[in-house]
């Protein structure tokens, strides 16, 4: 398997949700929905990602996996096993719930899953913000007072961010997404969220949404004070390195090239901002003809098996999701 392979996006409904994917990236949603969320990456029981062109053109990718697991992910890739990231597109135009994912020490005994995600801002609203942790000093006794007495965002770490700025957000940690950020959200293949706080909202079906307080008490890391996120920056570097992934940043000028050799792992690339042609191989001097473009809000799975060169038709910056493999 030497073709990089597209996936056709799954747009899910959002009571913070908006249009923005349709200007950001001149994609079509469907029709009068607040689309809040593009899987654009996914390999669940529940939601599948579909191969967009190619070779493997209507496949899902699980059945992928299942034929060419070692092409896609390596030689010792464990037959049946789900691809471990989940990639998502986030148009918020509301504020988020205040949410936590269960840290693995407790995702068992809760039956849930546990997840770290990265959030990098692609775009923001003037004004926007993240919360992310606890004010520093804070007790689960005040939090849970907080709550109450509908007085739980004097509780939290609240900061402002820019387009290019991200933060990893670790299991355990609480968070929310303000309104006015559109985010890449590169996370571990997880889909347990816990409610602790939604702001007095009602959801789609006009009824508050359910909460899940006592599963939030129990995930919360109560010693995670004021966390920062990378900021933005014109140069390449690592954003993000955990257990489950690491994600670099690769910053192109025009005409400027990036190299991956075929044979070393796969990888996720996400196009972030700019353009990119791509070539068949990755040697420095090739002069083979480069094919397909891949756009801003573009993501893709670069199998273990290919070889591949990116060259940036304009200023771009890429996200590379690596070490994700096992």
């Known amino acids: 398997m030497r073709d990089l392979l597209r996936f056709a996006p799954l747009y899910q409904e959002r009571v913070w949700g908006g249009r923005g994917l349709e200007s950001a990236f001149g994609r079509t949603l469907p029709a009068a929905a607040a689309i809040g969320e593009s899987w654009e990456i996914v390999d669940r029981p529940e939601a599948q990602s579909i191969v967009a062109g190619g070779a493997f053109n209507g496949q899902s990718l699980s059945s992928v996996l299942a034929r060419h697991g070692a092409d896609v992910m390596g030689p010792n890739w464990p037959q049946g096993k789900a691809f471990p990231i989940l990639v998502k597109w986030l148009d918020c135009r509301e504020r988020l719930s205040l949410q936590v994912h269960p840290p693995a020490a407790v995702a068992g005994e809760l039956k849930g899953e546990p997840k770290t ?44 961010v820019a387009a290019g700025d991200s933060i990893l957000v670790h299991s355990g940690q609480v968070h929310a997404i303000d309104g006015g950020n559109l985010i890449l959200e590169i996370q571990q293949n997880s889909d347990t969220t816990y409610r602790v706080y939604d702001w007095g909202r009602v959801g789609l079906d006009g009824v508050p949404r359910q909460l899940h307080v006592a599963q939030s008490l129990r995930s919360i890391d109560w010693n995670d004070f004021e966390p920062g996120p990378v900021r933005a920056a014109p140069t390449s570097g690592t954003i993000a390195d955990c257990a489950e992934f690491s994600i670099r940043r690769v910053v192109l000028g025009a005409g400027e090239r990036v190299h991956l050799r075929a044979g070393e792992q796969p990888r996720l690339l996400s196009v972030v901002s700019g353009t990119v042609r791509v070539g068949p191989d990755s040697g420095p001097a090739s002069r083979a003809p480069f094919g397909q473009k891949l756009g801003r809000g573009e993501n893709v799975l670069l199998p273990y098996a290919g070889a591949f060169t990116f060259s940036a038709e304009t200023t771009t910056i890429l996200l590379l999701t690596e070490n994700f493999a096992g």
């Not at 801002?121 to 907080?146: C, N, S, W």
């Open 117 to 160: 995600e990265n959030w990098y801002i692609a775009q923001t609203a003037p004004d926007a913000h993240l919360i992310v942790g606890l004010k520093r000093g804070m007790t689960r006794g005040q939090f849970e007072r907080a709550i109450a007495d509908n007085s739980v965002e004097q509780c939290v770490h609240r900061f402002p």
